[in-house]
């Protein structure tokens, strides 16, 4: 891809065309999937760009450039999965430095990270940051890194990262946020005072259910440098295959979130205004907590929502067996919509009392909007609803 010199590429072109058109061989429009493991030194003591395929890959480096560009950071690395992404940061760190994560991380994560403090590996504590006192009290304890996860998983509460960052500076911490929800379409926390954003690649950025990766960029250059020494360190990478596939998924990321967040609008509406339905998360609607720190620090709400049965488990029942066009499964992002019911799936090895504390009711269900057709997608759900009032 060339372009005007003067003009740096919107985001929209990076994603669309990051490192097309610049095979040296062949042309090829499409960037080639490199798989080879090892590259040939030149002679003597002459290595290449590239000598082995931990340290570096050209597939791989490719989407590493377009993320780091899309998030606005000084680099990026991409790993096997995004909790090999999380992994990848935390164990940086040592058994004296303090990790705070929100009280409702995603569930993999929370599991990550008590499995790493109870190996005495790091130290972490996990706090609602929506309370500020008890944010302000655990700072005092001087964390090392405080992670966000915004909009939160499943009830969709918003985080203001600018607050929070600001907060976590002035303490001395890094800050960490988990991208995954929203993607760098919509919203891009280094721009708000992030040091790291984490990605589930498996999620919106690939976009089409079909592999497992990860991504860290780091705001700073020499920090990326440094994560990028310690995946290959560790072994923690991406492999070139999956990384083609990101990237071409990647390619569709604005107008797929754009056309699926426009869906989950409309299906938001419809939900908060149906009788048996008690209760809609979704920070695009003007009744969501989040509704106006999301309004400043995103680009459009997203296609992530959950909502609340009136009928309770019964209702999740035969609204599951009832409902059309949106498929019974975990994970989310892609371009097929999905339903979950986070106590019996995603938020199961939680436990009931965790649950209830975090506010995750039996009778929540988990939506990921899909590209399907609006009408569609509506009928679909009132087909689920209908069954629920019998
Ligand atoms: C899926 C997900 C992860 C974990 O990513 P994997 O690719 O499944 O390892 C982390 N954070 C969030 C918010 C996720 O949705």
């Known amino acids: ?74 680099g990026a690395v991409i790993t096997s999965s995004g909790m090999a992404a999380l992994d990848l940061l935390v164990s940086r760190h040592g058994p004296n430095d303090l990790i705070l994560a929100p009280h409702d991380s995603y569930g993999g994560t929370m599991r990550l990270l008590k499995a790493r403090a109870d190996r005495g590996h790091v130290r972490t504590r996990f706090v609602d940051q929506a309370n ?140 908060e205004s149906h009788a048996v339905v008690a209760k809609v998360h979704y920070p695009g609607l003007a009744s969501h907590p989040g509704h106006g720190v999301a309004s400043r620090q995103q680009r459009g709400f997203g296609a992530m929502l959950s909502f609340e049965l009136a009928g309770g488990e019964a209702a999740v029942r035969q609204f599951i067996s009832a409902v059309g066009f949106f498929t019974l499964a975990e994970s989310l992002g892609g371009v097929e919509s999905l339903v979950a019911h986070p106590a019996t799936m995603t938020h199961a090895d939680m436990g009931e009392d965790a649950r209830a504390a975090a506010g995750i009711s039996d009778s929540l269900l988990r939506l990921s909007v899909g590209l399907e057709a609006e009408r569609d997608l509506i009928a679909g759900l009132e087909q689920g609803l209908a069954a629920c009032e019998s």
């Open 132 to 271: 500020e006192a008890a944010f302000a009290a655990a700072l005092k304890e001087g964390p090392s890194l405080v992670l966000i996860e915004t909009p939160s998983n499943p009830l969709m509460r918003v985080t203001d990262i600018a607050a929070i960052s600001a907060k976590a500076r002035a303490a001395g911490a890094k800050v960490a946020v988990d991208n995954t929800f929203l993607s760098p379409a919509i919203q891009q926390p280094i721009a708000l005072g992030a040091d790291y954003v984490i990605h589930s690649t498996t999620k919106y950025l690939n976009g089409h259910s079909d592999m497992i990766g990860g991504a860290v960029v780091a705001a700073n250059p020499a920090e990326a440098e440094a994560l990028h020494s310690w995946a290959n360190t560790i072994g923690s990478i991406g492999a070139p295959f999956d990384s083609w596939l990101t990237l071409r998924g990647l390619r569709t990321l604005f107008p797929r979130m754009e056309q699926q967040q426009r869906n989950a609008m409309t299906i938001a509406e419809f939900l």
């Open 1 to 74: 891809m060339t372009g005007p010199d003067k003009l740096p590429p919107a985001p929209q072109t990076i994603a669309a065309a990051h490192g097309v058109a610049t095979d040296q061989s062949f042309g090829a429009i499409a960037p080639p999937l490199y798989l080879s493991s090892t590259f040939e030194f030149a002679g003597y003591n002459q290595p290449r760009a590239y000598d082995y395929g931990r340290g570096g890959n050209p597939t791989r480096d490719l989407l590493a450039e377009a993320l780091a560009k899309l998030e606005g950071g000084g």
